[in-house]
């Protein structure tokens, strides 16, 4: 069984940066077997929406939104277990709260951690 951790929020002014580690815990090889990582975030009244996604084990393929491209990165540390997300030039409208989770191959995504919450004013 695998969970995923998240940490990193807080408040910031538009314009900012923060960064976000997601980090991955349980039984050894299920977090060895983890396909990939995805971040997602929810704003108040709104639905979860995707973020960004990598590629577990080698950390290659990252995939952005339309809404952060160019703005934030994403990465991994495989001795951390610990992915992370970069987010600059920061807008009131990154204002969420983000979670990760893990994904198999096919899909499926498991592990939600708890949230961290971002607030950027303006």
């Known amino acids: 069984q695998v969970q995923m951790t998240e940490s990193g929020g807080g408040s910031v002014q538009a314009g900012g940066s923060l960064r976000l580690s997601c980090t991955a815990s349980g039984d050894i090889r299920g977090i060895l077997g983890i396909y990939a990582a995805d971040w997602f975030r929810q704003a108040p009244g709104k639905e979860r929406e995707f973020v960004a996604s990598?590629?577990?084990?080698?950390?290659?393929?990252?995939n952005y939104s339309d809404s952060v491209k160019g703005r934030f990165t994403i990465s991994r540390d495989n001795a951390k277990n610990t992915m992370y997300l970069q987010m600059n030039s920061l807008e009131p409208e990154d204002t969420a709260v983000y979670f990760c989770?893990?994904?198999?191959?096919?899909?499926?995504?498991?592990?939600w951690g708890q949230g961290t919450q971002v607030t950027v004013s303006s």
């Open positions: 990598i590629a577990w084990a080698r950390g290659i393929n990252p």
């Open positions: 989770a893990a994904r198999k191959n096919r899909g499926e995504r498991y592990g």
